[in-house]
C-alpha cells in the first residue's frame, strides 16, 4: 500500500487545560466531577466563570457533585463534526441534568442511541481520552443507572 492510500491517524482534540476550564478538567483527572458552588446565594454553575449568573457574587468556591443525574435531551451525530469522531458515528450527543441543577454536554457510553431516552438516570463515569502538558485529560461521561 503506498502513503496515498493510508489514512493519517487524528486524535482527539483536547480541552485547554488552562484557567478554570483548566481546573474543572484537573478534578475530572482526579476521578471527581466538581461544579463551581456560589459561596452566598448557594446556585450551582457549569460552565465555570468568575461571577455568579444569579447574583454576581465573585465568591465561589469548587464544590463535588453527587455525580448522578437524567439524560435532559440529545441528538444523535450521523456524520463527525471532526476527523477524530468518524469511527464512533453514528453517535449521541447527549445533555445531562445533573442532580446540582446543573447541565453538562456528554455521552452515554454504555447505552446505544437506539436506546436513548429522555429522563432516564445516569451515573458518572470517566474517560481517558490522552495527555497534554498539563497531565491527563479524563472527561466526564455518563453509563447507565
Not at 53 to 64: F, K
Not at 95 to 105: A, H, N, P, W
Not at 114 to 136: N, P, R
Amino acid at each position: 500500500m503506498t502513503d496515498a492510500g493510508k489514512k493519517k491517524a487524528v486524535g482527539l482534540p483536547l480541552p485547554l487545560m488552562q484557567g478554570l476550564h483548566g481546573e474543572f478538567y484537573g478534578h475530572c483527572a482526579a476521578g471527581r466531577l466538581s461544579f463551581q458552588r456560589c459561596s452566598d446565594c448557594g446556585r450551582w454553575r457549569h460552565v465555570p466563570r468568575e461571577i455568579c449568573p444569579a447574583c454576581s457574587s465573585w465568591n465561589w468556591s469548587w464544590e463535588q457533585s453527587s455525580g448522578r443525574g437524567t439524560v435532559y435531551t440529545y441528538t444523535i451525530a450521523e456524520r463527525p463534526m471532526h476527523p477524530a469522531f468518524a469511527e464512533r458515528c453514528p453517535y449521541a450527543v447527549v445533555v445531562v441534568e445533573m442532580e446540582e441543577g446543573v447541565r453538562l454536554l456528554s455521552r452515554v457510553v454504555d447505552c446505544p442511541p437506539s436506546e436513548l431516552e429522555i429522563g432516564a438516570a445516569v451515573k458518572v463515569d470517566f474517560e481517558d481520552v490522552g495527555s497534554t502538558a498539563a497531565g491527563k485529560v479524563l472527561l466526564p461521561v455518563f453509563r447507565r443507572g
